[in-house]
């Protein structure tokens, strides 16, 4: 089944502690991307990649970091995370940049830093 | 730089009324325009999408939206709702040729009453 999968569903986590969210595609997608959810604001994008060892900033990419090592992973990184990143992540994955093909979205990360 | 503007953020409709959910976008360049549905604690899916050709693009479960270039608008609409479509719909917009990915609408969550 072609799919998106991020870990964890669900994260709690405490001012300036490191942490990272997982996201794994098993369709040998080049492009991934992460966005954050918030309420009123709908998807903003934080990073995207083109391909292994690609990647560029998206709208939001303060407080970020990411990687892309293996074609199908693109690990979400937030090294000193803070309140203001509390929200819905989502990654997903196509096979052609530029919104042609169809995005697919993995189930989400809720993050609440505190 | 191109954005949307999905301009309700609620509507509530009673079952088998029509619908019309209103996206209006801005770019330079020529679009793809695309709406993506986002069920209860679920990641995104593509629902239609408008690459070039046919003004009028249609979904498997009776959504239409069509492309006016003039207006700048991509409105989704359905004649007849159900129960089973109330769900948070999102407009997008992709700049054709451009190596980034969606840029996403804050969008609207149709509500279906009995």
């Known amino acids: 089944e072609a799919q998106v999968t991020q870990n964890p569903r669900y994260l709690i986590t405490v001012t300036g502690k490191k942490l990272t969210v997982t996201c794994s595609q098993n369709?040998?997608?080049?492009?991934m991307s992460w966005y954050r959810q918030d309420p009123g604001l709908g998807l903003r994008q934080i990073y995207y990649?083109?391909?292994?060892?690609?990647?560029d900033k998206g709208d939001v990419p303060e407080g970020y970091k990411v990687s892309r090592k293996e074609k199908r992973n693109f690990p979400l990184i937030l090294e000193s995370p803070s309140p203001n990143q509390t929200s819905l992540y989502f990654c997903?994955?196509?096979?052609?940049?530029?919104?042609?093909?169809?995005?697919?979205f993995g189930q989400g990360t809720r993050l609440t830093v505190v | 730089a191109q954005s949307v503007t999905q301009l309700d953020s609620q509507v509530p409709v009673f079952e088998e009324a029509p619908v019309e959910l209103r996206c209006n976008y801005s770019?330079?360049?020529?679009?793809?325009l695309f709406w993506y549905v986002q069920y209860p604690n679920q990641g995104l899916q593509l629902l239609l999408k408008y690459l070039s050709g046919s003004t009028l693009v249609e979904s498997i479960n009776g959504f239409e939206a069509e492309f006016n270039k003039s207006q700048t608008s991509f409105h989704l609409r359905k004649p007849s709702v159900h129960i089973s479509d109330t769900a948070e719909y999102f407009c997008?917009?992709?700049?054709?040729?451009?190596?980034?990915?969606?840029?996403f609408g804050s969008g609207t969550q149709l509500t279906v009453l009995p």
């Open positions: 369709m040998n997608h080049e492009y």
């Open positions: 997008a917009v992709s700049s054709s040729g451009s190596a980034r990915q969606l840029t």
């Open positions: 997903a994955s196509s096979s052609t940049g530029g919104g042609i093909t169809e995005a697919f």
């Open positions: 990649s083109m391909n292994v060892e690609v990647t």
């Open positions: 770019s330079s360049v020529s679009v793809y």
